[in-house]
């Protein structure tokens, strides 16, 4: 999801600014992005200590 958010964000700052400023639909990509990678470190570190001492 961080990396599709982060995609979105790079296609919407290559659009024209002023032409579609006023369309519904716009979404903040980039507090997507940093959520779902915060969300998803988060989740990682948690779940290190399993995967290093599993056995």
């Not at 958010?5 to 507090?31: K, Q, Y």
């Amino acid at each position: 999801m961080a990396i599709f958010a982060l995609i979105m964000d790079r296609l919407r700052s290559r659009r024209e600014r002023l032409a579609r400023l006023d369309r519904v639909g716009w979404v903040p990509w980039t507090l997507v992005f940093l959520a779902c990678a915060i969300i998803g470190g988060g989740l990682l570190a948690l779940s290190l200590p399993t995967a290093l001492f599993s056995q």
